[in-house]
């Protein structure tokens, strides 16, 4: 159990920290290695018990930024649209 959080703590953050910064610099074969490497090595040796993507990496810190007001990054995104419904009477 200790292995587990150890692993996480050293290199599972590092990287979900970095993937949504630099992840649209990266090649398609590199993040095909992220990809690999937390699949066929974290997992299969039980460093980590659920498999992390490049692409779950990338949306779960966008959706922490839009969901949370007290992100420090929530006052840079757009103000959710109005929207307006317009009924039409019935004749």
Known sequence: ????????????????????????FLSAHVVGQINGFFKKRAHRYGFILDVITAESADSTFFKSIRLYSDHCL????PPPPVKDQVLLSSA
């Open 1 to 24: 159990m200790i292995c587990i959080g150890l692993f996480h703590a050293l290199v599972v953050i590092k990287i979900r920290y970095a993937i949504p910064t630099w992840g649209g």
């Open 74 to 77: 929530h006052f840079l995104l």
